[in-house]
């Protein structure tokens, strides 16, 4: 059974970008441009990993993630990858500090996104999450 990917990402030519990398690897790929969406569709159907951007309109990329975290398990252990324009070390560290998983900084390859996820997704299976 193929790994499902929700990707949360108000600018459909990211959100596009990164759905086809996604889907050549194999993934099945659900799609959301808000942070409200995104909620809704994990509580209905969780993936099995969340791609966030940071910054969007309404609900931004750290509170979803904050959210997320704040769920009852197993959802709560949805690995979690923030997209974000912003190339600071502080950027980063909030990305960590409400729970993510890795943290990529605009532009990207999407060869390095599909190598991350798979990474993640491993060792979630690897512990057993």
Same mark, same amino acid.
């Given at each position: 059974?193929a +790994?499902r990917?929700?990707?949360?990402?108000?600018e459909?030519?990211?959100?596009?970008?990164?759905?086809?990398a996604l889907?050549?690897?194999?993934?099945?790929?659900?799609?959301?441009?808000?942070? %409200?969406?995104?909620? %809704?569709m994990?509580?209905k159907?969780?993936?099995?990993?969340?791609?966030?951007?940071?910054?969007?309109p !309404?609900?931004?990329g750290?509170?979803?993630?904050? +959210?997320?975290?704040?769920?009852? %398990?197993?959802?709560n252990?949805?690995?979690?990858?923030?997209?974000?324009?912003?190339?600071?070390?502080? !950027?980063?560290?909030?990305? +960590?500090?409400v729970?993510?998983d890795?943290?990529?900084?605009?532009?990207f390859?999407?060869?390095?996104?599909?190598?991350?996820?798979?990474?993640l997704?491993?060792?979630?299976?690897?512990?057993?999450?």
């Amino acid at each position: 059974m193929a +790994k499902r990917v929700l990707i949360v990402e108000d600018e459909a030519a990211v959100r596009l970008v990164v759905a086809e990398a996604l889907r050549l690897e194999g993934f099945e790929v659900r799609e959301a441009r808000t942070g %409200e969406e995104a909620l %809704e569709m994990l509580l209905k159907d969780p993936p099995d990993l969340v791609i966030l951007d940071v910054l969007m309109p !309404g609900m931004d990329g750290l509170t979803v993630c904050q +959210k997320i975290r704040q769920l009852p %398990e197993p959802l709560n252990k949805t690995p979690v990858v923030m997209l974000t324009a912003i190339d600071t070390q502080l !950027g980063e560290r909030m990305g +960590k500090e409400v729970g993510a998983d890795l943290y990529l900084t605009k532009p990207f390859s999407p060869r390095e996104l599909r190598q991350n996820v798979r990474e993640l997704l491993a060792q979630r299976e690897a512990i057993g999450e």
